[in-house]
Structures are given as C-alpha cells and as structure tokens.
C-alpha cells in the first residue's frame, strides 16, 4: 500500500516511527502486518497541509476526535473515527452514543496527556482500552486509510477495514455527516 511521493515500510518493523503506546499496541495486534508506516514533513500533520503537500485525496484521511461528557458524575470519553472530509456528529448522535447530556471535544491538553500521544498524531491504535472506539460507517470502506502514528513526523497506511477490526471497534451508522 502506497501513494506518490510517499515511501510505506511495515509499521511492525519501525517502531522509532511511531509513538511508543502505538508500537506496543501493533507489537500486540494480530493485523498489524497490514499496517504501513510513512515518514511526512512534522508542519504538514494536518489533514489539510498534508492532503495538498502530497496531493492526496481528503476521503483517503481519516481523522481520530477525542470527545467526553459526563453522566452521573461518570467521564465517558471516545475516540471517534471519520473520514477527512466528513464531521464527527458530536451533538447528536456520540452524545446519544456516550449517553451524555453534553459531548465537547477533548481539550487538546489532556488529549495529548491521556493518550501519550502528540497533538495532530493521535490514532486509534493504542489508545486507552476504557476509552469507547467510534467508527463512521464509511471509515471500513476506505481502500488505504491515513491515520496518526501517534507522533506529527509520520502516518499510518491501512485499509479502512483492518481500523473496523481493532479491539472495542464500534462501527456507528451516521457517525459523522
């Protein structure tokens, strides 16, 4: 799996590429040899900067939000996946989802701190196994998926359908819009 101007290597076998929490989790994961690992510029971690630096097409991103709300003095926290050039529905349908009266984003801070992950790098893979794993339905359907590595320096490349397949997956009919 490959796109021009971008040079795949098995994510497995370079785990200096990756957030260590990302490394241990594909060390564990039985489907990590899909997993493709690519090095990009850090400034271009953004969906955005890096779909028009490498001219990539926004539907093959996809994107990992962090959101929490409470419910009986209870935080309830989920990482929702969705494709680049959708939003996660937070309003309506992770607030019905979380069974919480009011879903916010997770503040950028504690997103990077609970996740050991950096800001703009965070992935599904490894994250906190309490926390509720999210996945628009359209996500499992893209070819080559670009993920966070947990680190800006690089991204993760697999099909859609192997993130449908990590442990707690939840694949979620109208997640985003």
Not at 45 to 55: I, N
Not at 63 to 86: F, M, P, Q, S, Y
Not at 129 to 134: C, F, H, I, K, Q
Request: aromatic share 4%.
């Amino acid at each position: 799996m490959s796109f021009p101007g971008l040079t795949s290597l098995p994510a497995v076998d370079h785990p200096a590429l990756v957030a260590p929490r990302v490394a241990a989790a594909l060390a564990s994961w039985p489907d990590a040899s899909g997993v493709a690992v690519v090095e990009i510029d850090p400034d271009l971690a953004d969906t955005a900067a890096m779909s028009a630096a490498y001219d990539l097409p926004l539907d093959t991103g996809v994107n990992c939000v962090l959101v929490a709300g409470r419910r009986d003095g209870e935080e309830r926290i989920a990482a929702c996946l969705v494709r680049a050039d959708t939003r996660a529905d937070v309003n309506r349908t992770v607030k019905q989802l979380l069974d919480v009266r009011k879903a916010s984003f997770l503040p950028m801070d504690r997103a990077v701190t609970e996740s050991e992950m950096e800001y703009g790098g965070i992935t599904p893979v490894g994250l906190p196994a309490t926390w509720r794993l999210l996945i628009d339905a359209r996500v499992p359907e893209v070819p080559a998926a670009i993920i966070g590595s947990g680190v800006r320096r690089s991204k993760l490349l697999l099909p859609g359908a192997l993130l449908a397949a990590l442990p707690g997956a939840e694949v979620v009919e109208g997640l985003a819009g």
